[in-house]
């Protein structure tokens, strides 16, 4: 958390860098009442607010959440308050508990589809890329905050391991239970992520965006297909064609059909299967299919796994329903 004294007003609100779903407490001291003007682009919003006990207090996290989604996962935005300019970087997301956040990690590159890569870059640092081959790093110029980059336009054509790293200044940022989030500097050289390429391109190609505000990406085997029907609209009396009606026989207006896909991805380590989970509790998930994407669900499930070192992730896509004539 930042604190501010002006005029006699003691201000503690969060750090830059803050997630639209987690709480964002403003809490005002030596002051009657304030209004707050929350300010992003395109948009601007009006809060005021009386002392409660000596304190005006400000949950700014539902203003925050109307500047950011899957089309704007990262956003600026001021909270003008008490004469000063409280500014945020809001992330699309949520941190939990055990959760951290932009960490080094190793990432599947299906080469011949589309891929992305997501992470966040702090104010000061320098992200350099090469691949597995070379020995001199590229230096590449992106500004703060939250960036999705197709690889291919730093001219890697997946014939190796891809490294991305960061310098003087890279941050991953842990869970705590009071909400003041800490982003931590780490040693250069600390912050890597790799991207591995593969020339797999059988299977179910998804993509979601996950807790965090990433763009995320994964090639899955699959399973078997199922339908589930089930009746819609009013029960009706038939027309028989039958000189001999069978009596007792009704049809309903309608029917639909649910298909599902069971998906795995068998014998990846902890840490890919940690990645994964996070598709389950994505609200925007994708399926690739003929060079397009079309919305796709995850079925609610209980996810288990008992810490062995290469765990199956298994899942279950119910794909749009099928459609079918009425009566």
Request: proline fraction near 4%.
């Amino acid at each position: 958390m930042r604190t501010l004294t002006v005029d006699g007003k003691a201000i503690t609100y969060p750090d830059k860098l803050v997630f639209a779903y987690n709480p964002n407490p403003i809490v005002i001291t030596g002051s009657e009442q304030e209004t707050f003007s929350i300010v992003g682009t395109g948009k601007a919003y009006n809060d005021t607010r009386a002392a409660y006990n000596g304190k005006i207090s400000i949950d700014v996290s539902r203003y925050l959440q109307m500047f950011v989604g899957k089309d704007t996962p990262s956003a600026e935005v001021v909270v003008e308050v008490a004469g000063q300019t409280l500014d945020f970087t809001v992330l699309w997301g949520a941190i939990n508990i055990g959760e951290k956040f932009n960490t080094s990690r190793t990432l599947p590159w299906s080469i011949g589809l589309p891929f992305e890569v997501s992470f966040y870059v702090p104010g000061g640092a320098t992200v350099e890329s090469k691949t597995k081959s070379q020995t001199a790093w590229t230096a590449r110029t992106l500004s703060e905050g939250l960036h999705v980059v197709d690889i291919t336009t730093w001219g890697y054509d997946g014939s190796e391991p891809v490294y991305i790293r960061m310098l003087g200044g890279a941050m991953i940022g842990v869970f705590e239970y009071t909400f003041d989030y800490t982003f931590l500097q780490i040693d250069d050289n600390s912050f890597i992520i790799e991207l591995e390429p593969n020339n797999c391109t059988g299977g179910v190609y998804l993509r979601w965006i996950d807790r965090h505000g990433f763009i995320q990406y994964r090639l899955f085997v699959k399973g078997e297909t199922s339908d589930k029907s089930s009746t819609e609209g009013e029960e009706l009396e038939t027309d028989y064609t039958d000189e001999m009606p069978r009596y007792g026989v009704k049809v309903y207006q309608g029917k639909s059909i649910e298909r599902s896909v069971k998906l795995g991805a068998p014998g990846i380590d902890n840490e890919e299967f940690e990645r994964l989970k996070m598709l389950d509790s994505s609200v925007w998930v994708e399926l690739y299919v003929n060079g397009k994407w079309v919305p796709v669900r995850i079925k609610t499930a209980t996810i288990k796994t008992d810490g062995t070192h290469l765990p199956d992730y298994e899942c279950e896509m119910l794909l749009p329903d099928i459609i079918s004539q009425s009566l």
